[in-house]
């Protein structure tokens, strides 16, 4: 079993910048792909970025030119470094991780909230 933790919610300032941290139990590299996810108070969940294991990443076209994924492979860590911040980016962010292939993915962490508020 594969356990992720997720760290570096909190509150921030509109146009402020945090970094999420999500620490993996097991080689970062042997999952196919990771990603953040994130749950806005009355809304569906959605996806907010991605990355595979050979490197690709992918933002969705809220977070792009703001929000950016990589992560440290020695230290089996995936980040989500947000900058620019608004307020509907207030939100529980959570981790995930698939083993194999892009379907549903097989872990998820316990989540991190985000507000963005003066």
């Known amino acids: 079993q594969v356990q992720l933790v997720e760290s570096g919610g909190g509150l921030v300032q509109p146009g402020g910048s945090l970094r999420l941290d999500c620490e993996v139990s097991t080689d970062i590299l042997s999952l196919f792909s990771m990603s953040w996810w994130r749950e806005a108070p009355g809304k569906t969940l959605d996806l907010v970025a991605t990355?595979?294991?050979?490197?690709?990443?992918t933002i969705a076209d809220s977070a792009k030119g703001r929000f950016s994924i990589s992560r440290d492979n020695a230290k089996n860590t995936l980040y989500l470094q947000m900058n620019a911040l608004k307020p509907e980016d207030t939100a529980v962010y959570y981790c995930?991780?698939?083993?194999?292939?892009?379907?549903?993915?097989?872990?998820w962490g316990q989540g991190t909230r985000v507000t963005v508020s003066p």
């Open positions: 995930t991780a698939n083993r194999l292939d892009f379907g549903r993915a097989d872990y």
């Open positions: 990355l595979t294991r050979s490197g690709t990443a």
